[in-house]
């Protein structure tokens, strides 16, 4: 049967068995990824993945805020850098504001993963990737989404980022079919060597001033 499980159906057993079966089994799992599936399956996954947890996220902050926001937010309204609007919004207009900042992060979010896969896509073209842009976007959908949650709780997303990492060079190599070392040098080395060079070249430029007189 075609996998991950969600390419099988929307039910709440396919949705617990695609983040099972990413997590526990990605060779087999996107071996069997459907080659002429549609975009709509693995972009609905990541929203199922990305609402809820954002949902609970909110009704857990109301809560804290219900209970003790005055003490919550001291040190905030206290903060001279903030706006004078900010620090003088009160307790629900703080937790409208978070609802309304959750809310835009959940409907961008996985639009964001059209971009990283178009990244992924011109970093693996020198290796003659097999399955195309649309390969490394469901590949990138089922990966990122079945890890959301787990990313989120404490301690335990020290191991499950690494291993979500390691995942989604798995995932990547089998839809392309491609050897896990080339994926993991263009979506994992490349990246990471352009991010510390960047991050290199604007603590230097902090430390010189700016290259000013």
């Given at each position: 049967?075609?996998?991950?499980?969600?390419e099988?159906?929307?039910?709440?057993?396919?949705?617990?068995?695609?983040?099972?079966d990413?997590?526990l089994?990605?060779?087999?799992?996107?071996d069997?990824l459907?080659?002429?599936?549609?975009?709509?399956r693995?972009?609905?996954?990541?929203?199922l993945?990305?609402?809820?947890?954002?949902?609970?996220?909110?009704?857990?902050?109301?809560?804290?805020?219900a209970?003790?926001?005055?003490?919550i937010?001291?040190?905030l309204?206290?903060?001279p850098?903030?706006?004078?609007?900010?620090?003088n919004?009160?307790?629900?207009?703080?937790?409208?504001?978070?609802?309304?900042?959750?809310?835009?992060?959940?409907?961008?979010?996985?639009?964001?993963?059209f971009?990283?896969?178009?990244?992924?896509?011109?970093?693996?073209?020198?290796?003659?990737?097999?399955?195309?842009?649309?390969?490394?976007f469901?590949?990138?959908?089922?990966?990122?989404?079945?890890?959301?949650?787990?990313?989120?709780?404490?301690?335990f997303?020290?191991?499950?980022?690494?291993?979500q990492?390691?995942?989604?060079?798995?995932?990547?190599?089998?839809?392309?079919?491609?050897?896990?070392?080339?994926v993991?040098?263009?979506v994992?080395?490349?990246p990471?060597?352009?991010?510390?060079?960047?991050l290199?070249?604007?603590?230097?430029?902090?430390?010189?001033?700016?290259?000013?007189?």
């Open positions: 049967q075609p996998m991950p499980a969600w099988r159906g929307s039910s709440f057993s396919n949705y617990f068995g695609t983040i099972k990413v997590a089994n990605p060779v087999q799992t996107f069997s459907p080659a002429a599936g549609g975009w709509g693995a972009l609905s996954f990541n929203y993945s990305i609402g809820p947890v954002l949902l609970l996220f909110l009704l857990v902050y109301g809560a804290l805020l209970v003790a926001g005055d003490e937010l001291a040190d309204r206290a903060d850098n903030l706006n004078e609007w900010t620090r919004l009160s307790t629900g207009g703080y937790f409208a504001l978070v609802a309304v900042i959750s809310a835009v992060f959940a409907l961008c979010a996985p639009l964001l993963t971009v990283v896969s178009a990244a992924n896509h011109v970093l693996l073209l020198p290796w003659g990737p097999k399955g195309g842009y649309a390969g490394c469901r590949a990138n959908s089922y990966v990122y989404g079945a890890f959301f949650l787990a990313s989120f709780i404490p301690l997303s020290c191991i499950v980022l690494p291993w990492v390691v995942a989604n060079v798995i995932a990547l190599s089998r839809v392309h079919q491609l050897a896990w070392w080339k993991a040098i263009s994992v080395l490349i990471f060597i352009v991010c510390c060079g960047g290199f070249v604007l603590v230097f430029d902090s430390m010189t001033g700016g290259g000013g007189p």
